[in-house]
Structures are given as structure tokens and as C-alpha cells.
């Protein structure tokens, strides 16, 4: 191998590696940005699942009346 063809391999190997860098944060930042929508689904599932807690318990409560139409 000659010097030129060294210098175009190690330029090909420096852009393959600065591309990989590139990938790997694109990848990190699209992974941070799911976690948070995960959390934020997390907590919005939570707080659906109080609210159907309470309107089974109030369901649950209205069954002994009686209906309006009798």
C-alpha cells in the first residue's frame, strides 16, 4: 500500500466513523424522546384508571336506587 491509498483509507474509515457517531446519537435523542412519551403515558394511564375506579364505586352506589322511570 502507498501513502495515497493509506490517506483514502483512513479518510473512508474517519467518515464511516463520524457517520456511526451521527447514527448513534439520532438514535439516542429518538430514544429519549420515547421514554418521556412512555412516562408521560404512564401517568395519563394512571390517572384514567383512578377516574374509572371512582365511577365504578359511584356506579356501584346508584345500583340500590331505583331507576327515575318506575
Do not use: V
Request: hydrophobic share 30%; no cysteine.
Amino acid at each position: 500500500m502507498n501513502t495515497s491509498q493509506t490517506d483514502e483509507r483512513i479518510d473512508e474509515l474517519e467518515f464511516k466513523l463520524q457517520f456511526q457517531e451521527d447514527t448513534i446519537d439520532s438514535l439516542n435523542q429518538a430514544l429519549i424522546s420515547q421514554q418521556k412519551d412512555i412516562l408521560l403515558l404512564k401517568e395519563k394511564l394512571q390517572i384514567m384508571g383512578k377516574q374509572l375506579e371512582s365511577y365504578r364505586q359511584q356506579q356501584s352506589i346508584q345500583e340500590g336506587e331505583r331507576p327515575p322511570h318506575y
